[in-house]
């Protein structure tokens, strides 16, 4: 083997490690995300079980609660044969609250019997939604 | 996530990936002449676009609810006890223990002949490259994925903590596939090493090397296999599609 082919498969060698340790401290520093869900088995579960929760998207370094009692999109997982969630992810940056109204339509007893007041937030993925139910059949203000 | 930045974060992945292992496989063959587009590149890319768009997100559902069957069982404190050790320490019972089950698990897959129907698709692969590892059925996935989970999730280890570390397992997982040899000395007694696992996809005897991350289990229980010449070739003796979906659709067939 001649020098330069030395010198090439020394520098392969650190560039790769190079990846992987950036890899690593990339994976460390930056919150999950769940993988996408084209099955919606996500809606399947949130409908059977419509407590609404927030996804903060933080990981502490420090932080020594046990899995269980984080919210069950921050479940990281190990890996096997496969890295089961994006290498990289993509994240969408903070949006500001904003709030929109469905105006539902009740053929019964005429319309606009309920209004539907979600407060949407976006942060990272997470959506919190809070329904207000009101028999008020003036919009909100 | 929406489809735009499921995509983009997929490309992405990939492209990282290429970058990191071919080099490696380039200039430290297992195989020289090995090429990039080797037979079988575009069932393996299906693979991988599978679990990255597709199965990880029902991997990632069916291990939070089995996360949350488990929570029940044991009790908060102790959880609490677990996860206010340091990291290292979390990170080697966490190897021990993951391995341990998951040495077993991967055992029970090449001896009892339903699991093997799954484990078979991992098999089959008869060019090994970082791609390759991405070849696995994923019911398969779910059951790896699992039980090497099972005692975080049991226990309570803050993975989040071990993030890092986790990374890292995980792309040590495909590099054992990668075509490269690069003998790492002692080194590989402890993290082991592409040739380990390649004698473990041989085609011509039965499977040894187990282990996940770390081949003491393959050692402690004499299933260590490490010759200094790479196998003659890989895959099965059995006849599978060569298809994506022929080999998704391969364990449910029914017995001959």
Known sequence: MNLRSKLARVAALLFSLTLLAGYVVYSHSTPNTPPPDPLGLNDVESRQEPDPFAFSGTVKADNTSPSSERPANELRIISSKVINQPVFSVHQHPRPSFKALFHLWNSSNGPAVHYVDPNIRFHMFGIHLEPLYSDDPSPPK | MNLPTVILSTGLSILFLVVLFRPLEKLFPAREGQKFMRPAFWTDLFFLLGQYLLWSGLVFWALSHFRGWLDGFVPQKFRTAVAAQSWWLLALEMIVLSDFII???????????????????????????????????????????????????????????????LAFRGLWAIFIHSNVRLPIGPLRMIIGAPELHHWHHDKARDAGNYANISPLMDILFGTYRCPDHEPEAFGIHEPISKHYLGQLWHPFRPKR
Do not use: K, M
């Not at chain 2, 090449?110 to 484990?119: D, E, K, Q, T, Y």
């Not at chain 2, 791609?131 to 994925?145: C, F, N, Q, S």
């Open chain 2, 103 to 165: 040495y077993w698990a991967h055992r029970l897959q090449h001896a009892v002949p339903f699991l093997w129907r799954f484990h078979s698709i991992h098999h089959s692969a008869e060019h090994l490259d970082w791609l390759a590892a991405h070849r696995e059925h994923p019911l398969d996935t779910i059951y790896t994925v699992g039980l090497i989970n099972l005692p975080a999730f049991i226990l309570g280890f803050p993975l989040e903590t071990l993030a890092g570390f």
